[in-house]
């Protein structure tokens, strides 16, 4: 199923994906350091958990977009991430069906 997007439903979803992972105890109050956040790796495995990407590198990214009504991205695969990361067993969590509502959103053919 693909769905269309708007800066509201991404706005709407990526606020959904803060309070699912404050709620899941998810949410650092430490950011990462300077270093760790320049990695080159996607989701900056080699420096930061799946969770503290999301957290200091995805959700301000996408906050900037919408604040700035830029060019949304497409396709962004973050469920195959978070289901290694966060585990087969939770995936009925808030947080994980919040990341299937973003990918869902942002699959473009």
Not at 41 to 64: N, S
Not at 73 to 102: R, T
Request: charged residues 15%; contains cysteine; proline residues 5%.
């Amino acid at each position: 199923m693909i769905m269309t997007r708007s800066h509201k439903e991404v706005e709407i979803l990526i606020l959904k994906l803060e309070q699912s992972l404050r709620e899941a105890m998810l949410w650092s109050s430490f950011a990462p350091s300077v270093e760790a956040l320049q990695s080159k790796l996607p989701f900056a495995l080699d420096t930061m958990l799946f969770e503290q990407w999301l957290q200091f590198v995805f959700i301000p990214k996408m906050t900037e977009i919408v604040n700035t009504q830029g060019i949304l991205p497409q396709n962004m695969h973050l469920l195959p991430m978070a289901e290694q990361c966060f585990g087969a067993a939770d995936n009925q969590s808030a947080h994980m069906q919040v990341i299937k509502q973003i990918d869902l959103i942002f699959a473009i053919s």
